[in-house]
C-alpha cells in the first residue's frame, strides 16, 4: 500500500485525484506553477511544491523539477493524471529511476502506444480489427500507391500523432500527394516526426472506448464502454457510459478485442483502447491511451466504482480490485465538458475571472472542478474547468439531469459553453442517440444561441440594469420629486 | 474636478433612461413608474418588475409582469454577467461619464462615446489644463456630462462648438501633452 503520492499536474484531475488519495489516507503533495498559486489543487494536498518556469505549462512538464520536488517532500509515488507528462514515456522512466513508483503503465508500454504505426502493428498481432490502411514504410510513391489502392474516402494521420494535428481526410485521389505532403510537413512540426500513414476514412464513425485495468501480469479486466462520439475539432465534448446505442453482441466483441490487446501488452493500471465504430458495425482499433483519461467520471458511475482508487491499489501492489464477473452497469451517466470558449466566436478560448461559480447538487449529479470561485482564467491552460457528470436510471434519465443541472451551474465573468453543452445534450439527435463524431456540424444550425424574443430580451436587460447602481437608484433610493432630475454623477 | 449644477428636465422619463446592449443590439430602458411598482419600458414595451432578494449575495428572484425568473448577476465595469434562469448573457453597460472619457485613455483626441449636445466649453486652444479639468459640458442620453482633461497638456484644437450636436465617435478636443 502506498503511504504517500504527488499529484504531478493541475486543475479539475488533479484535485480530484487528490481526493481519493486523501480518502484513502494517503499523505498528498501537489506541484504549481506561480500563476496557479490560488488554484484550488494546492490547497487540497497535505503539501504543495512550487515549480518554476517562465511558461507556466512549462512547469508541469519539468521532469527534473517535479522529480526534486517529490524526494524533497518524501512522496513515494507519482501520479501524472492525464496531459502533460501523463503519456511520456521518459518520464515514467525517470519516475521508476529515482525510486518513487509510477502510477500507470510501464515506461515501455507507454512509448510502444505512444507511436500509432507500432501501436497498430501490435494490434493487428493481437487481431485486434484495424482499418484498411498503408504505411511509409519504403518510398513515398510506394506509400502513396499503397494508399490509393485503399479506396477512398483516406485518412492520412500523423504517426506520431494525436489532437487532431497533422490529421487530413482526402476525398478525391488527385488530393492525395498535396494533403500527404502537408500532413507530413505538419507531423514534422508538431511531433518532430514526420512519418504519417493513411486508413480507410469511416463517414459517420462513432467513437467507442474501453476502459481496461491491468496489474501488469497480463491479467485484465474491463470495465465496459464509453461513447464520445460528441466532438468538436477532434475534441471530445460530452461523452457517456455505456454507448448511446450498442448490441450486447457487439459490445462484448469490442470489449474482448480491448482486453486481448491489453493483455499482450502485459497492461498496468488503468488504460483506454479507442475504436472507430462504422455505421455497419465494423470496429477498428485507434489508439491506446496510457492513462486516466479525462471522461473516466462515466464509467465510475455505472460501475459504482473509483478508477484512481483502483490505480492506487494496484500501484501499491495489490492484485486487480476485480474480477470481470463481479463488474456490470448500471444505469446511465453523461458528461459534459465546461470550457471557457466563446460559442459565439467560433469557440474562441475566453479568460477573465470566475466572479461567481455555483456548482450543481442533486442526486446523480457530481461536478468535478479545478478552478474556485474569484480565481482567474488564463490563455496560459487549457480552457476546461470542469466536468458535469449526471447519473441517471436510463440515458433518458441522465440526460434529463445534465440538462438541469447544466442550468444550475452558474459561471459568471468569463465566456463559456455551458448552454451551449445544454442545448448539444437537450437536441433531438442526442436524444434519440444519432451520433456520429460529425455530430455538432451536422447540427450546427440548431445549436447555436437561440434567437430571443422582446420579452426575454428585456427580461435580460431589466435583470442587468438591477445590477447597475445607478440604476438602482433611480428606480428605488430617490424620492419621486428628485427622480425626474437624471443620474447625475461626476 | 469641476462642478456642475444639475439642471432640472422637463421630461423626468426621458431623464431615466439607460442604454444596454445584448448580442450587438443597444436596448433602452426607461423608468416609467416607480409606484406602487417599477415600471420600465424596454424596446417600446412595459414591464412591471418587482424584485426579491435572496440568500446569496448577488442573486435574487425577479417577477417581470406575472413571470418568476432567477437572477444572479455580477458587474465587471462595462458589463453585467447575468444568469437568468437557466443562461448566462453579458450585458454591455457604460455610464454615461465613462463613456464619454472613454477614449481619453492613453489618447490625444476626446470623443463622443455617444450622440449628444455640446452645453458649453471651457476649453480654448493653446490653454494649459491640468488632468481633471472640465474641458467642456456635453448633454447626452438627457444629461449633463463634463467632459475632463485625462492628463495635463495643451489644448490643441477645439472641434466643436456650443449648441453644436455630434454622432457618437465625434472628436471633440485634441490635447497636446507638455513637453
Known amino acids: 500500500m502506498l503511504d504517500s503520492i504527488l499529484v504531478a499536474n493541475r486543475g479539475e484531475i488533479a484535485c480530484r485525484v487528490l481526493r481519493t488519495a486523501r480518502a484513502m489516507g494517503l499523505r498528498t503533495v501537489a506541484v504549481y506553477h506561480h500563476a496557479d498559486r490560488a488554484a484550488p489543487h494546492v490547497g487540497l494536498a497535505d503539501s504543495a511544491v512550487e515549480l518554476h518556469a517562465e511558461v507556466p505549462t512549462a512547469a508541469y512538464l519539468d521532469v527534473a523539477q517535479i522529480i526534486a520536488a517529490a524526494d524533497h517532500t518524501g512522496a513515494a509515488s507519482v501520479h501524472p493524471g492525464y496531459g502533460f507528462l501523463a503519456e511520456n514515456g521518459d518520464f515514467a522512466a525517470a519516475v521508476e529511476d529515482a525510486g518513487l513508483v509510477f502510477v500507470g503503465p510501464q515506461p515501455e508500454v507507454i512509448r510502444l502506444m505512444g507511436d500509432k504505426v507500432h501501436a497498430r502493428a501490435f494490434a493487428a498481432e493481437a487481431g485486434v480489427p484495424l482499418a484498411p490502411s498503408a504505411l511509409m514504410e519504403g518510398s513515398f510513391e510506394a506509400f502513396l500507391d499503397a494508399a490509393a489502392g485503399i479506396g477512398l474516402p483516406l485518412l492520412i494521420k500523423a504517426a506520431a500523432g494525436g489532437g487532431g494535428k497533422g490529421m487530413s481526410i482526402v476525398h478525391d485521389a488527385a488530393e492525395l500527394e498535396a494533403r500527404a505532403r502537408t500532413a507530413m510537413s505538419e507531423a514534422e512540426r508538431y511531433f518532430a516526426d514526420g512519418r504519417v500513414y493513411a486508413e480507410r476514412y469511416v463517414e459517420q464513425p462513432r467513437h467507442i472506448e474501453v476502459q481496461v485495468l491491468g496489474d501488469g501480469r497480463g491479467n485484465v479486466v474491463h470495465l465496459f464502454e464509453r461513447e464520445c462520439s460528441v466532438q468538436r475539432r477532434f475534441q471530445k465534448i460530452v461523452e457517456e457510459a455505456p454507448a448511446a446505442t450498442l448490441p450486447a453482441e457487439l459490445r462484448a466483441r469490442i470489449c474482448d478485442a480491448a482486453v486481448k490487446l491489453a493483455a499482450r501488452a502485459n497492461y498496468r493500471n488503468a488504460g483506454t483502447v479507442e475504436f472507430i465504430l462504422a455505421p455497419d458495425g465494423e470496429f477498428y482499433f485507434l489508439e491506446m491511451n496510457t492513462r486516466l483519461q479525462v471522461e473516466h467520471p462515466v464509467t465510475e458511475m455505472v460501475c459504482g466504482i473509483d478508477l484512481v482508487e483502483a490505480q492506487l491499489r494496484l500501484a501499491g501492489g495489490e492484485g486487480l480490485p476485480w474480477t470481470q464477473d463481479a463488474l456490470s452497469v448500471t444505469g446511465h451517466a453523461i458528461e459534459c465538458r465546461v470550457c471557457c470558449e466563446d460559442p459565439a466566436r467560433d469557440f474562441l478560448p475566453a479568460t477573465g475571472r470566475a466572479r461567481v461559480l455555483r456548482v450543481p447538487h442533486g442526486p446523480g449529479v457530481r461536478f468535478d472542478g479545478g478552478i474556485s470561485e474569484g480565481q482567474a482564467v488564463t490563455a496560459a491552460f487549457d480552457s476546461m474547468i470542469g466536468k458535469l457528470v449526471c447519473r441517471g436510471d436510463d440515458r433518458g434519465q441522465a440526460i434529463d439531469r445534465a440538462v438541469a443541472a447544466l442550468g444550475d451551474l452558474t459561471l459568471l465573468g468569463v465566456d463559456h459553453n455551458i448552454d451551449y453543452l445544454a442545448r448539444v445534450i437537450d437536441h433531438p439527435a442526442f436524444r434519440a442517440g444519432a451520433l456520429h463524431t460529425g455530430f455538432v456540424t451536422e447540427h450546427a444550425d440548431t445549436l447555436g444561441v437561440p434567437v430571443l424574443d422582446a420579452d426575454a430580451r428585456a427580461a435580460v436587460v431589466i435583470a442587468a440594469a438591477l445590477g447597475v447602481d445607478d440604476f438602482r437608484r433611480l428606480a428605488y433610493d430617490i424620492p419621486e420629486p428628485y427622480a425626474s432630475i437624471g443620474a447625475w454623477r461626476n | ?179
Open chain 2, 1 to 179: 474636478m469641476g462642478a456642475t449644477t444639475p439642471a432640472r428636465f422637463t421630461d423626468p422619463a426621458m431623464s431615466t433612461s439607460f442604454p444596454f446592449t445584448l448580442g450587438g443590439q443597444t436596448h433602452t430602458l426607461t423608468i416609467r413608474a416607480r409606484r406602487p411598482a417599477l415600471v420600465v419600458e424596454v424596446d417600446g414595451r412595459c414591464y412591471t418588475v418587482r424584485e426579491h432578494p435572496s440568500a446569496a449575495p448577488g442573486e435574487s428572484t425577479l417577477r417581470i409582469d406575472d413571470r418568476l425568473h432567477e437572477v444572479t448577476r455580477t458587474r465587471e465595469s462595462d458589463r453585467i454577467h447575468v444568469k437568468l434562469d437557466r443562461t448566462t448573457w453579458s450585458v454591455g453597460y457604460e455610464d454615461p461619464v465613462t463613456a464619454a472619457q472613454h477614449d481619453a485613455g492613453g489618447d490625444d483626441v476626446l470623443r463622443a462615446d455617444m450622440p449628444g449636445v455640446v452645453v458649453s466649453l471651457n476649453a480654448t486652444p493653446g490653454a494649459t489644463v491640468a488632468s481633471g479639468d472640465v474641458l467642456l459640458v456635453i448633454e447626452s442620453m438627457k444629461m449633463q456630462i463634463n467632459v475632463v482633461a485625462h492628463r495635463d497638456g495643451t489644448v490643441e484644437n477645439v472641434h466643436v462648438e456650443v449648441n453644436q450636436s455630434f454622432d457618437k465617435g465625434t472628436e471633440l478636443v485634441s490635447l497636446h501633452p507638455n513637453t
